[in-house]
């Protein structure tokens, strides 16, 4: 009888130490596989109107994940451009603690605060890496006269007002640009704030104003289309891509030099676990190792440049410290800013 008891509780331990086992098995992520994964759709937060560069990146890189399955759940995008972007992020501010937001970010990130006092900096986030900068291109209509940016600006300062240039948004990155133009070449135009690159490029080709700032990827179908022309790149180098190189710099083309990048990058919500942190740095390097996105790259004149880490962290302290130069040249810093 004591063998038997003996036998039945050495079975009975057997038993119960394979289900712990396995218990504990299963409780562990399969190998190879990321310690934290969305478990539900991402919200993908574009702090923009349609149809610009931002909105288009954003896209793009939901379409990626999705066609080459490289996230378990869909990233679905939601335009917040309210307020320059302000809407979008205080609604990513907001968001503490929840990993399943994201924002991609313009220089807007350090502009908007600084132009409108809203309770935000671009530190308050959670940075995840930044994915590219976007160069900006001096354009005018197709059906102008001007073939050079040195005539362009020539006519510009002859009606000191008269030219209208179309940028996205007040105090944003177009209308700083245009304030740059302007102190180095002595002119002066009207700057009509618009919701999105899309619709500014979409004003330029309507002719209800004269030039705009735009993007690359912004006004490409239309210069394809012949409706638009590009004058001079915005920063001291040319654009080393096909179809791109042959655009003069602004430097080249005046002999003055206007200068000024802007960031493409992705940020979560503050105080989101680190797993979830390294789960969008990881997939979001994997993005741009496809060759779907060194086609985007090319096709949209965007200079490509992963970065992630301390080195953003320190590229974006440097970033918000030229801006904030910028702004006040410019005479856009809110007084709460200015204190």
């Known amino acids: 009888m004591a063998e038997g008891v003996q036998k039945v509780s050495r079975w009975l331990r057997w038993i119960f130490t394979a289900g712990l086992g396995i218990t504990v098995l299963s409780a562990l992520p399969a190998a190879g596989a990321p310690a934290w994964q969305p478990t539900k759709p991402v919200e993908f937060v574009v702090p923009a109107g349609t149809g610009g560069g931002a909105d288009l990146m954003a896209r793009f890189i939901s379409a990626v994940l999705q066609k080459n399955n490289m996230a378990s759940q869909n990233f679905l995008v939601v335009n917040k451009s309210g307020g320059a972007g302000a809407e979008a992020f205080l609604y990513v501010k907001f968001a503490r603690g929840n990993p399943h937001v994201i924002v991609i970010t313009l220089s807007s990130l350090f502009t908007t605060p600084m132009n409108t006092g809203i309770p935000f900096k671009y530190d308050q986030l959670t940075p995840l890496a930044m994915m590219a900068l976007d160069y900006f291109i001096l354009w005018v209509n197709a059906d102008t006269p001007y073939k050079t940016a040195q005539e362009y600006l020539d006519a510009v300062r002859q009606k000191p007002g008269e030219f209208r240039m179309g ?70 180098q040319r654009i080393d891509l096909p179809d791109w190189r042959e655009i003069p710099t602004m430097k080249e083309a005046t002999g003055k030099d206007v200068s000024y990048l802007m960031l493409r ?43 992630t880490g301390p080195p953003f962290v320190k590229w974006l302290e440097e970033a918000n410290a030229l801006h904030r130069d910028l702004m006040t040249k410019g005479g856009l810093l809110s007084p709460i800013s200015k204190r």
Request: proline fraction near 5%.
């Open 265 to 307: 990058g992705l940020f979560a919500p503050p105080a989101i676990p680190k797993e979830a942190q390294d789960y969008y740095i990881d997939l979001l390097r994997r993005v741009t190792q496809s060759a779907d996105w060194q086609k985007y790259i090319d096709d949209n004149a965007l200079k490509g440049q992963f970065m």
């Open 167 to 236: 940028g996205t948004g007040s105090a944003q990155e177009d209308q700083i640009l245009t304030i740059q133009i302007e102190q180095a070449f002595g002119v002066k135009f009207t700057y009509l704030p618009l919701s999105g690159g899309g619709q500014v490029c979409a004003t330029l080709v309507g002719k209800q104003v004269d030039s705009t700032v735009n993007n690359p990827s912004e006004c490409v179908g239309h210069w394809k289309a012949g409706r638009v022309r590009p004058l001079a790149v915005l920063y001291n």
